[in-house]
């Protein structure tokens, strides 16, 4: 194995020569739980640990290391550690808005080039859920390709018609059903799977994940597990983030399923998954049209004509305004740490004059 074949590039050595990092080895970051880091390099993989200064100069929890990051590393007195000195710039960041913590945002992970967005045909179908997957990918200038897994627990016409419903909502995104029992559909997986290229999973707990990485590994890599039957919702068996070289050269990061996958700053993302109601709101008779009550409103009349899916647009609203109120928590939070800021400058200064 090679650092290549991990996703290495010319772009990234150019840095690590121009930052000095050159008599430091690179490694890439393939799991993380709570600051402990597993960092895998050529040779094999090693328990990693931050410096103090890495640590002391990080402003936010995303200067920290993620999974998918590139690092530049020194080994440590055990043949099992490093030390992480410096995380290489990101190609991509995948994240969604921190859960419980308002105006934070979690990195789901780093430099990848296509994210798999798993749903179950079984149980819980949402296409709400994808198109907010989509949003994430969108604002991240990840490449999307939807499965559609357990495809086995449905009949043929059942199939056609729910990938004849998400292609009414969701247009231009590859869409691949699968069976991880059967393995029907594999082969379309595979011939979309690029040597070098970096995947990542995302879906809810339950939605067939793990069965779907041990099958495309071919070794039982995951644990796997069914759903329960009192909720009827599936038991998360991944508990945090980790990358795995598959044997045609993808490489392939899973994630644990997320129960929330709330929108941080995706203006981008918005207007690239809700496409038509961004080109029709220019044809509205106000600039500042909310597409709710207005007199004029193009998007409006494109739902009430059917021309709109009405469920698409309600997702649309519901995820502009958590947009906005993640953008207004931020500006809420650097006003209060600038007013902080300014109260200790003062008290030092007055502290100063005194003595």
């Not at 690590?16 to 990092?21: E, F, T």
């Not at 945090?240 to 993808?250: A, I």
């Amino acid at each position: 194995m090679t650092l290549e074949d991990l996703g290495y590039n010319l772009e990234l050595e150019n840095y690590r020569k121009d930052q000095n990092l050159d008599s430091l080895s690179v490694g890439r970051v393939i799991s993380e739980h709570k600051e402990r880091y597993i960092v895998k390099t050529p040779k094999k993989e090693y328990d990693g640990e931050i410096i103090g200064n890495l640590r002391f100069t990080a402003r936010n929890r995303s200067d920290f290391p993620a999974v998918g990051d590139w690092v530049a590393i020194s080994e440590f007195d055990d043949d099992n550690k490093v030390l992480i000195h410096s995380v290489f710039p990101r190609k991509t960041i995948i994240e969604r808005q921190a859960v419980a913590k308002p105006g934070e945002k979690q990195i789901i992970a780093t430099n990848i080039d296509y994210a798999f967005i798993v749903q179950a045909v079984d149980r819980d179908f949402n296409i709400n859920r994808i198109e907010r997957y989509l949003t994430i990918c969108n604002s991240s200038n990840v490449k999307p390709i939807i499965i559609l897994s357990k495809i086995d627990l449905i009949n043929d016409r059942e199939l056609s018609k729910l990938i004849d419903t998400v292609q009414k909502r969701i247009k231009q995104v590859l869409i691949i059903p699968i069976s991880n029992e059967s393995r029907e559909g594999f082969e379309k997986l595979k011939e979309n799977i690029e040597k070098g290229k970096t995947y990542c999973l995302l879906g809810s707990s339950g939605v067939g994940k793990s069965s779907l990485l041990n099958n495309l590994s071919g070794k039982q890599l995951m644990q796997t597990n069914t759903i329960s039957e009192s909720t009827n919702k599936g038991r998360n068996v991944t508990s945090h983030r980790q990358l795995l070289v598959l044997e045609n050269g993808g490489i392939l990061i899973d994630n644990p399923g997320m129960r929330e996958v709330g929108i941080a700053d995706s203006k981008d993302g918005l207007e690239i998954t809700f496409g038509e109601i961004i080109e029709l709101s220019k044809d509205c008779k106000f600039k500042d049209c909310t597409h709710t009550t207005e007199v004029g409103c193009a998007v409006l009349k494109a739902v009430e004509s059917g021309e709109i899916d009405r469920s698409s647009y309600e997702n649309y609203l519901k995820m502009e305004r958590e947009k906005e109120h993640f953008e207004t928590t931020v500006a809420e939070k650097r006003k209060k740490d600038k007013a902080f800021g300014k109260m200790i400058k003062n008290y030092k200064k007055s502290n100063y004059k005194k003595h």
